[in-house]
């Protein structure tokens, strides 16, 4: 750059004697300096390259992130352009969100089993109400069961809630204590009775029968027009108490004898039992009856089958036995 000097004529003093030439030198080095002189140079060094992210930084603008840089960096000391003018690299900050959201809660089988809303249970809370406040507690717990339910459950209460405290099958256990139980049992039994299957065991041939489980088998093998002894044993039986106070059972049987190839050798004969009765409820129950094998059958192989029909509540109940027709011999 080049430096024009505008001079005014200076008034040279005679008197001063020196004066004119003190003038005349500093004229002199002002265009020594002048022509010397060049466009300035920038003295400060140079900084490093700023690295730039490859992309949008999260959460925050760039500009924000770049101004982070400036501010004091944590654990040195120095701020961001002293560390840039000492040559080190720039140190990024570590950015986190504002409020980072929290990790749901890893959710195993036993905490999910728990935060299911269970159903009240009115038989754990009819014990519970029982054991703690008496039957009048637990009968109010019971109230959602069904009235049946309600009434088998306080039968067996008061069992429950011995077993609870003392165990049932213990010595202090009284004779009498015992025997209310098994009356208990045997309501309950009787009133299930009659949602169970009617079941008929295996028949028998028998040359004597005696009673219940009392018999005396025989071989099934006869000649056409013998005649034997049936035993067979009845399950779940509907023992209805009748008005006069008596039990009485009401069935109905169908015999039928079946050739190997499984049709009906002769047709089948039909059994009433015309009404069994009894002054106390039955429990064990057989059949007996006696069978003539039927003249017309030839030799060979048959089955004997029986089907029985309890006339009060419609179940049926069927079982069969084999049995061989011998050829006549002298």
């Known amino acids: ?32 300096c002048a022509g010397c002189m060049g466009p300035p140079k920038n003295t400060t060094p140079e900084l490093p390259a700023m690295p730039r992210a ?14 982070e840089i400036t501010k004091e960096l944590p654990g040195t000391g120095e701020s961001g352009p002293e560390r840039l ?20 809660p890893h959710i195993t089988p036993a905490l999910a089993q728990e935060l299911v809303v269970t159903p009240p249970r009115p038989v ?60 208990t049992l045997q309501m309950i039994e009787g009133d299930l009775t009659t949602l169970a299957p009617l079941a008929l065991e295996e028949l028998t041939f028998c040359r004597s029968i005696d009673g219940f489980g009392r018999y005396v088998p025989r071989p099934a093998q006869f000649r056409a027009g013998d005649t034997t002894w049936v035993y067979a044993e009845l399950r779940h039986i509907n023992d209805v108490k009748l008005a006069d106070g008596k039990f009485g059972i009401q069935l109905q ?7 190997a190839d499984g049709q009906l050798a002769v047709p089948p004969s039909v059994m009433e039992s015309g009404g069994t009765y009894s002054r106390s409820q039955r429990r064990d129950f057989f059949l007996r009856f006696g ?37 006549e011999g002298p």
């Open 85 to 104: 003018l000492a040559g080190a690299p720039p140190v990024m900050p570590e950015l986190v969100p504002a409020s980072a959201p929290e990790a749901p």
């Open 124 to 183: 754990r809370s009819a014990l519970d109400a029982y054991l703690r406040h008496g039957p009048e507690a637990a009968a109010q717990a019971l109230e959602a069961l069904p009235a049946k339910d309600q009434e088998v459950m306080q039968r067996l209460l008061p069992f429950l809630a011995e077993m609870e405290k003392n165990g049932l099958f213990v010595a202090s256990l009284s004779k009498e204590r015992a025997q209310a139980f098994i009356s």
């Open 253 to 259: 049987g169908q015999l039928e004898v079946i050739r």
């Open 54 to 67: 490859s992309g949008p930084l999260p959460l925050v603008e760039e500009t924000l992130a770049l101004a």
């Open 291 to 327: 069978y003539t094998i039927p003249s017309q059958l030839p030799p060979g192989s048959y089955t004997l089958r029986l089907v029985i029909t309890d006339r009060a509540t419609g179940r049926k109940a069927e079982s069969s036995i084999k049995f061989r027709v011998a050829a």
């Open 1 to 32: 750059m080049a430096m024009t000097l505008a001079m005014k004529p200076a008034s040279l003093s005679w008197k001063t004697g020196k004066g004119w030439q003190a003038t005349l030198l500093g004229w002199a080095c002002g265009l020594a």
